[in-house]
C-alpha cells in the first residue's frame, strides 16, 4: 500500500520553472515504478512522464520532451518532475501513480495501481 502526496504547483510565466515533488508513504516504494500525468480543464487526463523502479530508466511525451526531467530518490521515498520552459498548454492538474509495471502512454494509466491527490499548476502567457 502506498500513499502519495504532490507538492510544488503553483502560478509561473511561461518560460519558467517549477519542480514537483510526490512524497510516498510505505516501506515498498522502491519496488515501484512511478508516473505523472496531467489533466487540463475539459481534457482527459495524459501520460506526461516514467521512471522505473531503480531510476535508470525514463520515459516522456513527446509534447514534454527535452523540457521536462522526471527522477527520483528511493532513500527519500520521493520522484520529482523538474519543468523548465512552461507554456500556457502545459497548464493543468498534475498527479504522481505508482504501480509496479513501468511503461509510457496514457493507456497505460491502468497499469498504475496508486495516485495522489493532485497538484495544479499554472503557466500564464
Known amino acids: 500500500q502506498l500513499q502519495l502526496v504532490e507538492s510544488g504547483g503553483g502560478l509561473v510565466q511561461a518560460g519558467g520553472s517549477l519542480r514537483l515533488s510526490c512524497a510516498a508513504s510505505?516501506?515498498?516504494?522502491?519496488?515501484?515504478?512511478m508516473g505523472w500525468f496531467r489533466q487540463a480543464p475539459g481534457k482527459e487526463r495524459e501520460f506526461v512522464a516514467a521512471?522505473?523502479?531503480?531510476?535508470?530508466?525514463?520515459v516522456y511525451a513527446d509534447s514534454v520532451k527535452g523540457r521536462f526531467t522526471i527522477s527520483r530518490d528511493n532513500a527519500k521515498n520521493t520522484v520529482y518532475l523538474q519543468m523548465n520552459s512552461l507554456k500556457p498548454e502545459d497548464t493543468a492538474v498534475y498527479y504522481c501513480?505508482?504501480?509496479?509495471?513501468?511503461?509510457?502512454?496514457?493507456?497505460?494509466?491502468?497499469?498504475?495501481?496508486?495516485w495522489g491527490q493532485g497538484t495544479q499548476v499554472t503557466a500564464s502567457s
Open positions: 510505505g516501506r515498498t516504494f522502491s519496488s515501484y515504478a
Open positions: 501513480a505508482a504501480g509496479l509495471r513501468y511503461g509510457s502512454g496514457s493507456n497505460f494509466q491502468g497499469e498504475y495501481s496508486y
Open positions: 521512471i522505473n523502479a531503480s531510476g535508470r530508466r525514463t
